[in-house]
């Protein structure tokens, strides 16, 4: 049973409030966190059809960043014919693309805290749009480097922002389920977008950028008009729901004080304090689709705030949740790399003479095994972490999740190795399609189970959390982007893919030491977690 001290460690909660004799919990109803109020603005209120609609649109914008951020792949065919641009000059490109995810992320962290989440979903769609131009408008090399820079950061707002999003409306026991549909639709845009762009290229390698435009620019009007705001002060709400019922309980007291004394004379009650809450006011829609909805705190235009803010984004490298959970999402984004570059380059050509077409439906398979993992690292492990909590006389440990991190261990890494060798033996089928939906599944379940071990062990820091995983994460992608061709071409496809088989294992056995150590871990960070929200909320 655990204590009341342990309890109050962050990613240590009691989710089942059921009777408990310390090994198991009997009966009992799941606890409620975060904690919802009674204002009719918030967000975990919402009807379900407000959650689903909201779910569906910021669903959307992830799946469609990933898909324009990697559809420029269907395009090199394309440049290479009509303007000369090379293979090598698209691998440029694609580090350039993963800067600009990363570190637009990192620039825009305090606008959601500050003025609401809004502003940086709109803005990413303008820098979409801005980036499917400059690309369907290519005539040098340099052109189709520097698009990619607005292209990653019209992704900025799916790395960290939605799963904000997402979490300002669902509780905690939902999280897997809610970071598996997320990982979903970053699967479904990762690996659809390049095969849609295939076949779009068959009007002309053009249309993919105007392609992109349109959908854009509609998916930018629908956000304006049907994006509701959802940042909400939860904690001072709920100060005042605490202090309202400290006064409601002293007017009781003194009922009965006036009572035993058989005063003739009812007490003054001061009802309307009392009804402050239930009384608010539901926001209009205009207000709820405000451009800006500043924070309570903000002082002036925020500017110096803003500053001060991204300054104190820093600090979330010292959390070793974040560290990891940025090595395994980034292990991903890595290999991605490598694979995609394999079959844009290879798979063209002899034994296997594939068309754009037959080279993009390639990735069905991996997003086959990126959904098996989905719903195993997210709706199972949240059925895992209640069984586990259940367990334990109803207390969840944020490192539950990670047990079921463990078959990814074996299994992602034997797919990048089936694949890499079945492309360097000249194998069809099965071994490289195999390896490749073994891929997907490690791509689906790590992304997914390390992510939600993160905000789970920090639940009041999602957002600053998901940014430095999206910094760590792109910063890895990018540096494997650029020694991608130059690895393969100075140890051969089959060497290179053992290698980043052997690092994908290691990489993922840092669970082990997670799983023992983690709870260690988050209370030797637990002051610095505290200063953390201290210095960010004070400010």
């Excluded at 090399?141 to 799916?158: H, M």
């Excluded at 304090?273 to 451009?291: G, N, P, Q, S």
Aim: with cysteine; net charge negative.
């Amino acid at each position: 049973m655990a204590t009341l001290d342990e309890e109050q460690l962050a990613g240590t909660i009691r989710l089942f409030d059921g009777t408990s004799d310390g090994t198991h919990t009997s009966g009992g109803h799941i606890t409620l966190i975060p904690t919802p109020t009674d204002s009719p603005n918030d967000p975990l209120k919402w009807s379900p059809w407000r959650k689903y609609w909201h779910t569906t649109l910021v669903l959307f914008i992830t799946g469609l960043t990933a898909a324009t951020s990697n559809d420029a792949g269907a395009a090199s065919d394309g440049l290479l014919n009509d303007l000369g641009i090379s293979y090598n000059v698209d691998n440029t490109g694609a580090g350039v693309l993963f800067i600009g995810i990363g570190y637009f992320t990192l620039l825009a962290s305090p606008m959601p805290k500050l003025y609401g989440r809004r502003m940086q979903y709109l803005l990413c769609l303008v820098f979409s749009i801005v980036g499917a131009v400059w690309f369907a408008r290519i005539q040098t090399a340099e052109d189709s480097i520097w698009c990619q820079l607005f292209v990653g950061a019209s992704e900025g707002c799916a790395e960290a922002l939605v799963q904000l999003s997402l979490n300002d409306i669902t509780y905690q026991h939902q999280r897997g389920t809610v970071l598996g549909i997320y990982i979903l639709a970053t699967s479904i845009g990762t690996f659809l977008g390049p095969l849609i762009a295939g076949y779009v290229s068959i009007q002309s390698w053009r249309w993919i950028g105007w392609t992109n435009v349109i959908i854009s620019s509609v998916t930018l009007v629908v956000f304006y008009f049907g994006l509701e705001e959802t940042a909400f002060d939860r904690n001072a709400i709920l100060g005042q729901q605490v202090d309202q019922g400290t006064d409601s309980a002293k007017r009781i007291e003194n009922e009965k004080d006036y009572a035993s004394k058989e005063l003739a004379v009812d007490p003054p009650m001061d009802q309307e304090m009392a009804m402050d809450v239930r009384m608010e006011r539901r926001k209009t829609y205009f207000e709820r689709i405000a451009l800006i909805t500043p924070a309570p705190n903000m002082v002036g235009t925020g500017l110096r705030q803003y500053f001060q803010r991204l300054w104190q984004s820093m600090r979330v490298f010292i959390f070793p949740a974040v560290l990891f959970s940025g090595l395994q999402w980034g292990a991903q984004d890595a290999w991605l790399t490598f694979y995609l570059t394999i079959e844009e380059n290879n798979w063209y050509d002899a034994p296997w003479n594939y068309t754009d077409q037959a080279v993009a439906i390639m990735n069905i398979p991996t997003l086959i095994g990126a959904t098996i993992g989905c719903f195993y690292g997210g709706w199972f492990s949240d059925i895992f972490t209640q069984w586990m909590a259940k367990r334990r006389g109803g207390i969840s440990e944020a490192e539950d999740r990670l047990w079921l991190l463990i078959p990814s261990i074996i299994i992602n890494p034997a797919g990048l190795m089936l694949f890499g060798i079945g492309t360097d033996k000249g194998y069809s089928w099965p071994a490289p399609y195999v390896g490749l939906a073994f891929i997907g599944f490690g791509w689906g379940c790590a992304g997914d189970l390390s992510m939600a071990y993160l905000m789970d062990s920090y639940p009041e820091m999602i957002m600053e959390g998901m940014v430095g995983v999206a910094v760590f994460n792109n910063t890895l992608a990018c540096v494997f982007t650029f020694v991608c061709s130059y690895w393969i071409d100075g140890s051969g496809i089959g060497n290179t893919f053992i290698a980043i088989g052997v690092l994908s294992f290691c990489f993922q056995c840092l669970v082990f030491p997670m799983i023992y150590w983690g709870k260690t871990w988050r209370r030797w960070t637990a002051p610095r977690y505290k200063h953390f929200l201290h210095i960010r909320d004070g400010q």
